[in-house]
């Protein structure tokens, strides 16, 4: 447990002595440091949940806490100012020092089920894509780091229009693979396409498509057929989806997301038919369409039926989601399930959610949460694109990302190209990152890829710098034995906000949180670093300021996990 909670706690203890209780107490740090390090506002909630005067019950909690709390005093309405004794402070830093989870606040473990990434087959990867995986891979560490138990799945968008679009371009050019051959009775070939043919055939067929309706059915019908189990296309098209496969993998590998199961919405196929079996009793023809009631009386937004069966009797997305938590509830029973997309898929989540609780494909004990995230804006205001207006695949934006670095690293540096690409990485997930996931934001290369200000590099730099220091020093083991100056003093004062930190984001489900304090915390370092000569001080001070590095260090080395932003040794 943490200091601040364990002081939290004590705090419990002595209002169960005056007779007050609150559910929460919390410690928070000042905002008038000159009184105190840290304010506790709880007097006012007590004052109105008594009948009391705030000055009084705060005079009471005053004259009551032990002498861990130095330089108490109270302020009008009813605040009391902190501070912690030193020697408190510093034997707990010491024990961070030793264990980080000593910053870490586990809460009951829950079994969540992670729903991120979410890129479609045989489709490039672009820019708006990025958010998912970004988001979704961090809160998962995060889950991880606080106790939770972790389950996560990339759920493939593999159908769709894109598979009757590359397989109507295929029977164009390549009319005598067997897969067109209904009588077709041997084994069928292994396809030699690569990512980038798929591509190709693409958008060659969307052109193509979008210019004559004649063709544009046949996308319609290929894509029916695999959706009624046509074995020939379905093989055809399995096979294509594999392919592409490899290309987002090598992306998300790159982004340094991992998933532990690799399911799409044809997985889920299997599980159709259970699940509309347990829907029937709720659904009912809607212009020839399947549909389930999802409205409830106090809703004040509109909520359209939600569509589950198509007039022509094929699944769509919603059919596919339901199948979907049908068989994970099944499977792995967890406490949540979250998923993370764009905002614009809201209101479908909301649908689906009801559907299943209403239907009883999930039990009410079990949590179906939609993180929605806004979107990323080029300078204009509107999606980031490419230069001549187009969609930017993600590939392209973190090739121009790697432009922009390369020529900044150091010459004499060996790996350049691997540091080069951690550092585009770097840029890329801590700009996503640092804006609350709700709001959209403006993706600005030059400000985010920059080695100053609050940015991936500017915090990859300070942890160069404090790997190089400590390695300098030779120095195995760390002690910290004082507070020898303001800027330590809030370095450590920052520290010890972690814990708190930690908890918002999670709350939250938003990372902002934690790339502040990264931000904060390297800002503080490098503040004191520039000013202080650390190796050539005397032994007492120079230990101490070599333990202040290595909590430093250890800090942003846990934090930059959880975000999945990998370090490197030189820049
Ligand atoms: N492939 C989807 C898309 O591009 C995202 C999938 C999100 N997850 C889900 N279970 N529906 O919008």
Redesign the pocket.
């Known amino acids: 447990m943490s200091f601040i909670k364990e002081q939290e706690n004590y705090l419990k203890d002595v209002l169960k002595e005056l007779n007050y209780e609150l559910p929460n107490v919390l410690i928070l740090p000042s905002n008038r440091r000159e009184l105190g390090d840290y304010q506790l506002n709880i007097a006012m909630s007590l004052a109105k949940k008594y009948h009391k005067s705030p000055i009084y019950i705060a005079n009471e909690i005053v004259n009551k806490i032990d002498d861990r709390f130095i330089n108490v005093n109270v302020a009008n309405p009813g605040f009391i100012n902190f501070s912690f004794k030193e020697e408190k402070v510093l034997e707990y830093l010491n024990e961070v020092l030793k264990d980080f989870n000593r910053l870490v606040d586990k809460h009951p473990t829950k079994k969540v089920f992670l729903?991120y990434g979410?890129?479609?087959a045989a489709k490039a990867l672009h820019v708006g894509h990025m958010r998912?995986p970004n988001i979704g891979e961090a809160m998962k560490r995060l889950a991880k780091l606080l106790g939770d138990e972790t389950i996560s799945d990339v759920?493939?968008?593999d159908l769709g229009r894109q598979a009757g679009m590359l397989i109507s371009e295929l029977k164009l050019r390549e009319p005598d693979l067997p897969f067109f051959d209904e009588n077709f009775k041997g084994e069928y070939p292994k396809l030699t396409y690569t990512p980038a043919d798929l591509g190709e055939l693409y958008v060659s067929a969307n052109i193509k498509a979008n210019e004559d309706e004649e063709r544009m059915q046949e996308v319609r019908d290929i894509t029916a057929e695999i959706d009624k189990g046509n074995k020939r296309y379905l093989e055809l098209w399995k096979q294509l989806v594999n392919i592409s496969i490899v290309s987002i993998k090598e992306v998300y590998e790159k982004l340094n997301c991992h998933f532990d199961l690799w399911e799409g919405e044809l997985d889920s196929f299997k599980d159709v038919p259970k699940m509309l079996e347990i829907l029937k009793p709720y659904l009912h023809e809607s212009n020839g369409a399947l549909v389930m009631d999802v409205k409830e009386e106090t809703d004040t937004k509109e909520m359209p039926p939600l569509i589950v069966i198509k007039k022509d009797g094929a699944t769509i997305?919603a059919t596919r989601?339901l199948a979907?938590i049908y068989s994970r509830v099944k499977r792995f029973n967890p406490d949540e399930i979250w998923?993370f997309?764009?905002n614009r898929?809201s209101l479908y989540f909301e649908q689906v959610f009801r559907a299943s609780y209403k239907a009883g494909l999930v039990p009410y004990n079990c949590n179906l949460l939609h993180f929605g995230f806004g979107t990323i804006n080029g300078s204009d205001g509107k999606p980031f694109k490419t230069r001549d207006g187009g969609v930017m695949e993600l590939k392209t934006l973190i090739e121009q990302i790697s432009d922009m670095i390369r020529p900044k690293i150091k010459e004499d540096i060996e790996n350049k190209e691997e540091v080069c690409e951690k550092l585009t990485i770097a840029t890329l997930k801590f700009a996503d990152l640092m804006s609350f996931r709700n709001t959209d934001y403006i993706f600005e290369p030059l400000k985010f890829s920059s080695f100053d200000g609050k940015t991936g590099p500017y915090i990859l730099y300070t942890v160069v710098r404090l790997k190089s220091l400590l390695k300098k020093s030779g120095l195995k083991e760390f002690k910290i034995t004082q507070v020898p100056n303001q800027k330590v003093s809030a370095i450590f004062l920052k520290v010890l906000e972690l814990p708190q930190v930690l908890e918002r984001s999670y709350n939250d489900k938003s990372l902002n949180y934690i790339t502040d304090f990264l931000f904060e915390l390297a800002s503080l370092f490098n503040k004191f670093y520039n000013n202080h000569h650390i190796l050539t001080e005397s032994a007492d001070i120079k230990n101490t300021y070599l333990g202040m590095c290595k909590l430093v260090y250890n800090i942003m080395h846990e934090l930059l996990d959880v975000l999945a932003i990998s370090e490197v040794d030189r820049m």
Do not use: I, K, V
């Open positions: 729903d979410g890129a479609n998912s759920h493939l968008g997305y989601d979907t998923y997309t764009d898929q």
